[in-house]
């Protein structure tokens, strides 16, 4: 099956996300400072110039008391003519409230006397009564205070907001600035960033297009991506090196079935076409059925003991297991397979433990047992030596069974456990390559598991070890 790999939409890759994420949080945090920044500065200003009204305020009060009214009005005169005339006013008022004095107000259109404010100051409520007003024909704000400067004379000051008002316009300009220049900046920065975190993801990616196109030997070979990138990477290899192997197992197996299936085939229909070319007919046809169905019984064991193999495997066979008495059950086996060993002139011998048990299925155990002595005995030349041991440790069992036979070569050794597998050297022999995954599959069922030493030409040595069951476990 092939697949198109689709190219996914630009807004919906990870880097692009990831690079909105940066974003939206670098803004948001962005805009949160410089807004607390706006405020702090507008209110440090807004506090100088009160503190600014206040201090004028008390210098005019300490004047006059040293020096009295007139000094007072003669500082004011003078003050008239300074600079800041336009952006200040300044009102001395009696306790009518009507001006004694005042800088020109014809640039303050609009100002009254804040009657509440001048009452509380004569009455001392309090020393100052700060507060902002709006005046008719003025852009800006105006902030201005009431300060007792002797009984029955007070002094009302007010300054344009104009100025501060401009600082904070300024600082507003700046920051928009600012976010012009930084937000793509910052973009490309997390766009960077991103590309960067998703790289080995991608890699990964390709890399499982390519397997999947065939190119089962494709790996990831990125490294310093992080500790999380780098798991995904060593993860996906060993995924991908078990699909491999499971592939090539799988080819493998598939083409020794079909051989192992071929052969029992080829020769039933080599007997049907002898059986139908001879003229003696019916002694033909009755030695054709009785190798027919020879063959037939060749192919059930095949079949059968696939099945049986895939049971173990799954450990579906074991649900009504039972103490065995393992010292019984070997020296049942060697007595059965006595007469085939004297046969081929092969010594076989037992040294072995007694009493030593197993909680399992006795049939399953004795064909396990059977398949290795089976084997033993046909890859052992005549005047070799076949020798079984149990030996009980209080972890477990080790039952052994030692040839003097052909061997198996390293890099078989391995194999010999997978289903069909059959080494060259052993061809000649008959065999289905499967009764040492059997052996395999009933060991592990049994919670053990079954070892291979082995030294071509010398010999090889199969033991298999086995949970211990005692009465009190
Ligand atoms: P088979 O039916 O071919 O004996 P097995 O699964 O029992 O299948 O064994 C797999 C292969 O392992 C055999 O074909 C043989 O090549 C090798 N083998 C198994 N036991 C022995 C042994 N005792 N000595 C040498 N080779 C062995």
Redo the contacts with the bound molecule.
Sequence with gaps: MCYETAMPRFSNTLAFRLTLSYSTAFLVSAIATLCVLYLSVNSILNNRMDEDLKEDITEYQVLHSAEGTSRVIQELEREVGSDDEGQVFFRLLNKEGQEVFASDLSEWNGLKTNQRFLQQVLDSKSVHALETIKLEGHEFPVRTNYGLIAPGLVMHLGESLEEKEEIMDLLLTVFAGMFCVAIPLASGVGWIIARRAVRGIEEVSRAAVDIERGQLDRRVTMKDQGDEVQKLVDTFNAMAERIRSLITEMREMTDNIAHDLRSPLSRIRAISERALSVTDAEKCFKTAASDTLEECDRLLHLINTTLDVAEAEAGVMYTDKEPVNMSQLIEDARDLFEPAAEEKGIELTCKLDSDCHVLGNRQMLQRMLA?LLD??L??TPPQGQVSIGLVGQSQGLHVSVT?T????WPADQRR?FDRF???D??RS?H???????FARAVACAHGGDITLASEPPQG?TFTIRLPRFSSTS
């Design positions: 398949n084997n033993a046909k890859y040839d036979g052909i061997g198996i010999v597998f059959r080494c050297q052993s022999q065999g289905c390559g499967l009764g040492l995954s090889s």
